[in-house]
C-alpha cells in the first residue's frame, strides 16, 4: 500500500513553460486535494475532487488546472509557469467522512 | 468563510518539559473537525491529532493531547515530555464534514526542542 504518490520530487522551470504534476492514491479515496505551501506558510487549497469527473477550484486556483478522469489519479497542470507559482506542492486523499487527509511528500517547483 | 488562526510564529521548548501550542478559529458550523498536523524537514504531512466537534472528550495520542473549547473556537495542543523529535512545524487545521470536507490552514509554528 504505497498511499499517495507525487512525481517528481524536485523540478526546475523556466518562465513561461507548462508542466504537469503527478498525484496518485491507492486507498480508493474518492476526495483528493492539490495544495501549496509557500515557505513559512501553510497550506492553501488550489483545486480539489470528490470524485471521477468533478473538480472544483479552491482559494488558489489561477494558474492551474486539474482533471480527475479515474478515482487514482489527479494530476496538477502548469500553464505558463510564473515565479510567483515557485512553492512546494502537497497531494492529498481522503475518504471525505471524517476530514482526515493522507498527504504525499509534495514536489519542490522553482520558476525561474 | 472559516479562518485559522496561530499567532505565535516560533516556540522552544526543553528536552522531557512540556509545551503548548496555540489556534483558533473561526466557523458559522455546529459540526467540524480539528487537526493539529506536524511537518518535521523532510516536509511530510504527519497527522497528530484529530478533534470531532460534537465530541466534548478532548482527544488524546499518546503524550499529545488537544484542549478543545467550542464556545471560545480555540483549540491548543499539549505536548508532554517533549523529544527531539518533536521538533518540527505543527499546522492547526479545520474541515467542515462531508461532501465539503477540505482542509484550511493556520500559518503554522515552529517548534525547538533544546536538549
Known amino acids: 500500500n504505497a498511499g499517495v504518490t507525487q512525481t517528481p520530487k524536485f523540478r526546475i522551470l523556466k518562465i513561461g513553460q507548462s508542466m504537469t504534476l503527478q498525484c496518485a492514491q491507492d486507498?480508493?479515496?474518492?476526495?483528493m486535494y492539490w495544495y501549496r505551501q509557500d515557505p513559512g506558510m501553510g497550506l492553501k487549497l488550489i483545486y480539489y475532487?470528490?470524485?471521477?469527473?468533478?473538480?472544483d477550484k479552491g482559494e488558489v486556483p489561477n494558474g492551474y488546472n486539474v482533471s480527475r478522469s479515474t478515482t487514482e489519479d489527479f494530476p496538477l497542470r502548469l500553464e505558463l509557469a510564473a515565479p510567483s507559482q515557485t512553492s512546494v506542492y502537497f497531494c492529498a486523499s481522503s475518504y471525505g467522512s471524517d476530514g482526515r487527509e493522507y498527504f504525499g511528500p509534495g514536489t519542490r517547483l522553482t520558476v525561474t | 468563510a472559516q479562518t485559522v488562526t496561530q499567532s505565535q510564529p516560533e516556540m522552544s521548548v526543553q528536552e522531557a518539559e512540556t509545551v503548548t501550542l496555540s489556534c483558533t478559529y473561526d466557523?458559522?458550523?455546529?459540526?467540524?473537525?480539528l487537526f493539529w498536523y506536524k511537518q518535521p524537514p523532510s516536509r511530510q504531512m504527519i497527522l497528530v491529532i484529530r478533534q470531532e466537534a460534537y465530541k466534548q472528550q478532548n482527544a488524546t495520542e499518546n503524550r499529545f493531547s488537544v484542549n478543545f473549547q467550542k464556545a471560545a473556537k480555540s483549540f491548543s495542543l499539549k505536548i508532554s515530555d517533549s523529544q527531539l523529535g518533536d521538533a518540527a512545524m505543527y499546522f492547526c487545521a479545520y474541515s467542515p464534514p462531508g461532501a465539503n470536507s477540505k482542509l484550511t490552514f493556520g500559518k503554522g509554528i515552529t517548534l525547538s526542542v533544546r536538549p
Open positions: 466557523t458559522s458550523e455546529s459540526d467540524y473537525y
Open positions: 475532487s470528490v470524485g471521477a469527473g468533478i473538480t
Open positions: 486507498m480508493n479515496h474518492n476526495y
